[in-house]
């Protein structure tokens, strides 16, 4: 019985790679789920299964579901020739879904558990690199990047380029700026980095309170008040908001540089194996 | 002679009788069992793997299963196999919230299933949703329901929402005159209907004509009559500031001045474009209101079906 039920599971399975390997993704991803559904007690051939149906999620660019597919292995009976792969590939899409944390839990169960694999930790060191990056974890990046320097024969005085930044990250503090635009108008939003808006909030409000002044001056009391005045204030409060939108939106653009030139090294040399 | 002493006595004859007959009806049985046409074991095939995948809440993969099964046995089926059929891939779409797709495969389960009553509800409950009130009311007028009070009760339940949606109150009074209030699965329901009911009967029915009018007496009364008070605040401040400026310019600079002209025709824009909002506004608040109802009146319209059919 159990015999006739893998050649189920194995007619399936070949089935589903055929349809892989024309791309039918779709049908294929369905293909290995019938395949793993048939596969009762045939431990492997379950896991060789999850392990091609996340392919085909990741195939279409669906990383998401490719990690969550790969969650549904089961340490405990998946047999030692696949649990590479499988740990390898449910990093690399968590990392791509944009999970960072599921990616760092991934990666520190397998330094925990495996100690002693480090061929497998030395080949997930890139994607251990740029996950750190990613949650800003940068003092452990560059641990990590020196490693991967010293595996790849590298000389280590590339860290220190890469990780210039650890010094004076030049991130800018939100709630500052909205202090600095509290109080001088325009200044939060050079503090941040964006000096431009700075100078056109600065020029507005002054504007705008110099056609108040004048025409209260000239007798045009509401005029002055209303259209001078009141537009002011609107702006005052608006600057102070931008002030701190801005300097987050500045922060993401640096961080997003100092990860970009780490990332683009690292995928260099990985590229170049 | 000698076939008497060779025949075995007759209570033994018999039991051999019934031994070789049994032996035949087995024979028979496995022969049949063997005679299972492929499109059986296709369609067997191919139900379990849907149930697994109904059943690991892969339901776009689970409708994708069922529709192929659905072309690839067409006119094949037995009218059992064909309503799990429907069924199933109607619970698929159900829960992908397709609800019209789903709507069509339950409405083609036939009287015979046991699944025929479970799906002429959700099929009407689903058309409901999508306001397709006539058909949905079609649907449960056509329901034979024998004996049972509860399922009885359940149609009078759905119907009354129907017609509430569909703003016809004395249909539902009609039907929520029926109403028992002792089932403990439609209870609650049944009273929220009656309150959203009430409800309904309450919402205010006030005129765009005299927002507008009101407005151009005082900028954002009209708002304030419609219901949105702080919309009517909101709009007053700026339209009374524009207004006083534009006064001053004429008063002081003259008519003609550029300023005065200006400020005139900044003030007459906003002026004119609030009297409309708020005859506008009117009718935005009444639908808000009105989908708020609805939105509860659909969600009592669902909890019971869920309740009495056990899903």
């Known amino acids: 019985m159990e015999i006739k039920a893998q050649t189920t599971a194995q007619r399936f399975l070949l089935h589903a790679d055929s349809l892989f390997q024309r791309a039918a993704y779709n049908d294929a991803a369905i293909a290995f789920e019938r395949a793993i559904y048939a596969a009762e007690t045939d431990m492997e051939l379950y896991h060789y299964a999850l392990l091609q149906k ?13 990690f969550n597919t790969l969650q549904r292995t089961d340490a405990a009976t998946m047999p030692d020739s696949l649990r590479g792969v499988v740990k390898y590939e449910t990093v690399l899409n968590a990392y791509l879904a944009g999970m960072f944390k599921e990616a760092e839990f991934e990666l520190l169960q397998l330094e925990h558990q495996y100690p002693n694999d480090t061929a497998q930790i030395n080949e997930l060191l890139f994607l251990k690199i740029l996950v750190q990056n990613e949650l800003q ?16 024969h590298l000389p280590p005085s590339v860290a220190e380029d890469y990780y ?72 005052y409060f608006g600057g102070i908001e931008n002030a701190e939108a801005a300097t987050i939106r500045k922060n993401k653009e640096k961080i997003a540089r100092y990860n970009g030139r780490v990332r683009f090294f690292v995928l260099e040399v990985e590229g170049g194996e | ?9 007759d209570g033994l004859w018999s039991v051999v009788r019934v031994v070789s007959l049994c032996l035949g009806f087995m024979v028979i049985c496995q022969w049949a069992a063997a005679q299972v046409s492929p499109t059986d074991s296709l369609y067997r095939q191919e139900i379990d793997f849907g149930q697994y995948l109904l059943n690991s809440q892969q339901y776009d993969d689970a409708a994708l299963v069922f529709a192929k099964l659905d072309t690839a046995t067409v006119g094949q089926l037995d009218k059992s196999q064909a309503d799990s059929l429907h069924f199933l891939n109607g619970w698929a779409y159900y829960n ?24 002429r509800f959700f099929a009407a409950y689903q058309l409901t949703y999508k306001e397709y009130y006539p058909q949905a009311a079609g649907v449960l007028n056509d329901l034979y329901l024998g004996e049972d009070s ?10 009354s ?39 309904l009967m309450k919402v205010k029915r006030r005129s765009p004509f005299v927002a507008g009018l009101l407005s151009a007496v005082v900028p954002g009364l009209g708002k304030v009559y419609a219901g949105k008070p702080k919309q009517g605040i909101a709009s007053f401040f700026p339209i009374a500031l524009l207004g006083a400026q534009a006064f001053e310019n004429i008063h002081k600079r003259g008519i003609k001045n550029g300023f005065s002209i ?9 002026y004119i474009g609030n009297i409309w909002g708020s005859a506008l506004s009117v009718q935005i608040k009444q639908q808000e209101r009105y989908h708020e109802i609805d939105h509860h009146i659909l969600f009592d319209l669902h909890i019971p079906l869920r309740n009495v059919f056990g899903n």
């Open chain 2, 262 to 270: 200006f400020y005139t025709g900044l003030f007459s824009v906003f």
């Open chain 1, 164 to 235: 210039a930044f650890i010094k004076n990250p030049r991130l800018r503090n939100p709630e500052k700026a909205r202090t600095l635009s509290t109080f001088m108008p325009g200044v939060g939003q050079i503090y941040g980095g964006n000096i431009g808006q700075g100078l056109i909030s600065l020029g507005l409000q002054l504007g705008l309170l110099g056609f108040g002044a004048y025409n209260i001056w000239q007798g045009y009391y509401i005029t002055g008040f209303a259209s001078g005045l009141a537009l002011f204030q609107a702006f």
């Open chain 1, 137 to 152: 974890q940068w003092d452990n990046a560059k641990q990590s990047f020196e490693k991967y320097l010293a595996l790849h």
């Open chain 2, 96 to 119: 992908l919230k397709q609800l019209l797709p789903s709507s069509e495969q339950f409405l083609q389960v036939s009287g015979n299933s046991t699944k025929y009553h479970a799906s």
């Open chain 2, 161 to 199: 929402g129907n017609v509430l949606l569909h703003r016809n109150y004395k249909e539902f009074e009609k039907h929520a005159n029926g109403f028992t209030y002792s089932y403990y699965q439609l209870q609650k329901e049944e009273e929220n209907l009656q309150k959203a009911y009430h409800q």
């Open chain 1, 54 to 66: 996340a392919y085909t999620y990741k195939a279409t660019g669906n990383f998401t579901k490719a």
């Open chain 2, 1 to 9: 002679m000698t076939m008497n002493t060779d025949r075995p006595p």
């Open chain 2, 150 to 159: 509860l399922l009885a009760e359940l149609r009078s339940l759905q119907l």
